[in-house]
């Protein structure tokens, strides 16, 4: 059974064993799904736990629920398609997480594993020497993609790596070194996107972080314009305003209708730069093809994660306008990465972004994330005592629970009716709705009956 750990497995060097292992598993990768035995599958699971415990993180086997409550061997992921999550058992979930936004046309979408596919088969990454033209062609799509004189941009693998870039490309842009961010904004793990986050439970233990950061209320365009008065009146220097559209890890908050106009006219009047942290927002998600769009707004600096490799392939980047890039130009190794923006990588965005404009990735998760709401809305009548109510926009959602304890039994709840959902990074109070934008209506139906079977059970 997978919960019965082996305590004190020791690790020491053994390259038999590490052929061994590498070899079983990768005979396993290349056997089709029809061939793999049962016995083989029940390896897998428990050794995945076992693995997990000995070599990754025991803490996650604690905290993750399709480990702690699954009855039968932890969840394994194996397969998935569409809004379709399969574990290694063969137990099919709805997915309502959508990787944390990762998943914006769905698991697998057969346009993008076809592309990189492809793109493997010709080069899977540049030779570091020679011009690639993918990185080329995808950086005009993206010019051509984004509001305003937004034209050249910089490929990474994470978001993080992005937003770090971003903060970067303002310092030596303005020659300034400190930045404007949100409370309980995220931007990232590194060093550098830690600093911008907005709570302490990840950023005390690691104090200091970059100097010259301050956190404010998010939605309140004051507050930055008093910190940048501030500022100012101290000699203290301030780069760039970092704000993501509608915040994403918080549990969907949105904004004041006024906040990114007013950031824009805020970020002009005190010359620093507005920053838009898109990693989550970006290619669709809200509703727009940016999240910036809802409000018509162009910020300086864009920031791209998640979504851009069509959920096939990690790739992010980050983009600003010709005359901010000027800086970047006497020294292009100012910031490099051997490994972002590979062939198949910028293969898989460029699929990405037809699949975006060609299904109307954008369109779909408005009128998904209003029929969401609509729904969820009625039955909040109904269990006024369970939940507090719906928020966000196109299909980044959060339901919101009065505590902790009750969210996370909805989110139990529906796991073992077979949808996957996930709290934020901290907590249950808010449950994160954000699956594919191309989520048939037929499997929203079917989620909101299981939850409406939850929220009944649960009263
Ligand atoms: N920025 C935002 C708005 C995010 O939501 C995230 C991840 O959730 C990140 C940055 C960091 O991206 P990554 O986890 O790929 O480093």
């Given at each position: 059974?997978?919960?019965?750990?082996?305590?004190?497995?020791?690790?020491?060097?053994?390259?038999?064993?590490?052929?061994?292992?590498?070899?079983?598993?990768?005979?396993?990768?290349?056997?089709?799904e029809?061939?793999?035995?049962?016995?083989?599958r029940?390896?897998?699971?428990?050794?995945?736990?076992?693995?997990?415990a000995?070599?990754?993180?025991?803490?996650?086997?604690?905290?993750?629920?399709?480990?702690?409550?699954?009855?039968?061997?932890?969840?394994?992921d194996?397969?998935?398609?569409?809004?379709?999550?399969?574990?290694v058992?063969?137990?099919?979930?709805?997915?309502?997480?959508?990787?944390?936004?990762?998943?914006?046309?769905?698991i697998?979408?057969?346009?993008?594993?076809?592309?990189?596919k492809?793109?493997?088969?010709?080069?899977?990454?540049?030779?570091?020497?020679?011009?690639?033209?993918?990185?080329?062609h995808?950086?005009?799509?993206?010019?051509?993609?984004?509001?305003?004189?937004?034209?050249?941009?910089?490929?990474?693998?994470?978001g993080?790596?992005?937003?770090?870039?971003?903060?970067?490309?303002a310092?030596?842009?303005?020659?300034?070194?400190?930045?404007i961010?949100?409370?309980?904004?995220?931007?990232?793990k590194?060093?550098?996107?830690?600093?911008?986050?907005?709570?302490?439970?990840?950023?005390?233990?690691?104090l200091?972080?970059?100097?010259?950061?301050?956190?404010?209320?998010f939605?309140?365009?004051?507050?930055?314009?008093?910190?940048?008065?501030?500022?100012?009146?101290?000699?203290?220097?301030?780069?760039?305003?970092?704000?993501?559209?509608?915040?994403?890890e918080?549990?969907?908050?949105?904004?004041?209708?006024?906040?990114w106009?007013?950031?824009?006219?805020?970020?002009?009047?005190?010359?620093?730069?507005?920053?838009?942290?898109e990693?989550?927002?970006?290619?669709?998600?809200?509703?727009?093809?940016?999240?910036?769009?809802?409000?018509?707004?162009?910020?300086?600096?864009?920031?791209?994660?998640?979504?851009?490799?069509?959920?096939?392939?990690?790739?992010?980047?980050f983009?600003?306008?010709?005359?901010?890039?000027?800086?970047?130009?006497?020294?292009?190794?100012?910031?490099?990465?051997t490994?972002?923006?590979?062939?198949?990588?910028?293969?898989?965005?460029?699929?990405?972004?037809?699949?975006l404009?060609?299904?109307?990735?954008?369109g779909?998760?408005?009128?998904k994330?209003?029929?969401?709401?609509?729904?969820?809305?009625?039955?909040?009548?109904?269990?006024?005592?369970?939940?507090?109510?719906?928020?966000?926009?196109?299909l980044?959602?959060?339901?919101?629970f009065?505590?902790?304890?009750?969210?996370?039994?909805?989110?139990?709840?529906?796991?073992?009716?077979?949808?996957?959902?996930?709290?934020?990074?901290t907590?249950?109070?808010?449950i994160?709705?954000?699956?594919?934008?191309?989520?048939?209506?037929?499997?929203?139906?079917?989620?909101?009956?299981?939850?409406?079977?939850?929220?009944?059970?649960?009263?």
């Amino acid at each position: 059974m997978t919960k019965a750990l082996n305590e004190n497995a020791p690790c020491t060097r053994d390259k038999v064993q590490a052929l061994n292992e590498a070899k079983k598993m990768v005979d396993l990768i290349e056997t089709s799904e029809a061939d793999i035995t049962d016995a083989e599958r029940h390896w897998i699971a428990e050794s995945t736990y076992q693995n997990f415990a000995d070599h990754i993180n025991k803490g996650f086997l604690e905290y993750r629920k399709s480990v702690t409550e699954t009855e039968d061997f932890a969840l394994t992921d194996w397969e998935g398609q569409g809004s379709i999550l399969k574990d290694v058992m063969g137990r099919e979930y709805i997915d309502m997480l959508g990787g944390f936004g990762l998943y914006a046309p769905g698991i697998r979408h057969p346009k993008i594993v076809a592309a990189a596919k492809a793109q493997l088969d010709r080069s899977p990454q540049y030779s570091q020497e020679m011009l690639d033209p993918l990185r080329a062609h995808l950086a005009k799509v993206i010019a051509k993609l984004t509001p305003g004189d937004i034209q050249y941009g910089f490929f990474a693998n994470s978001g993080t790596e992005a937003v770090d870039g971003a903060m970067k490309l303002a310092k030596l842009y303005t020659g300034k070194s400190g930045f404007i961010s949100t409370l309980k904004g995220f931007h990232g793990k590194s060093l550098g996107a830690l600093s911008l986050l907005g709570k302490a439970v990840y950023r005390k233990p690691l104090l200091p972080l970059l100097e010259g950061v301050r956190q404010v209320p998010f939605g309140d365009a004051d507050a930055i314009e008093q910190v940048l008065i501030n500022a100012k009146e101290v000699g203290d220097d301030i780069a760039g305003v970092v704000v993501e559209p509608i915040q994403g890890e918080a549990g969907a908050i949105e904004p004041p209708d006024d906040y990114w106009p007013r950031l824009r006219e805020i970020c002009d009047k005190y010359e620093v730069l507005l920053i838009a942290d898109e990693v989550q927002t970006g290619f669709g998600r809200t509703g727009e093809i940016f999240g910036v769009d809802n409000w018509g707004v162009t910020p300086d600096i864009m920031c791209f994660g998640k979504a851009l490799g069509g959920g096939v392939i990690a790739m992010s980047g980050f983009f600003s306008t010709a005359k901010i890039w000027k800086c970047m130009e006497p020294n292009p190794f100012m910031h490099t990465t051997t490994t972002g923006g590979n062939p198949v990588a910028c293969a898989a965005a460029l699929a990405q972004i037809t699949v975006l404009l060609e299904e109307d990735l954008a369109g779909q998760a408005k009128a998904k994330g209003i029929y969401i709401k609509e729904k969820v809305n009625a039955l909040q009548k109904v269990y006024p005592k369970i939940l507090k109510g719906i928020r966000g926009r196109g299909l980044l959602l959060g339901m919101e629970f009065p505590n902790d304890e009750i969210g996370y039994k909805v989110a139990s709840g529906l796991f073992s009716r077979g949808v996957l959902t996930a709290g934020t990074l901290t907590n249950a109070e808010t449950i994160r709705i954000e699956p594919a934008l191309n989520i048939p209506y037929e499997l929203i139906d079917t989620m909101l009956e299981r939850l409406e079977d939850t929220f009944k059970s649960m009263s």
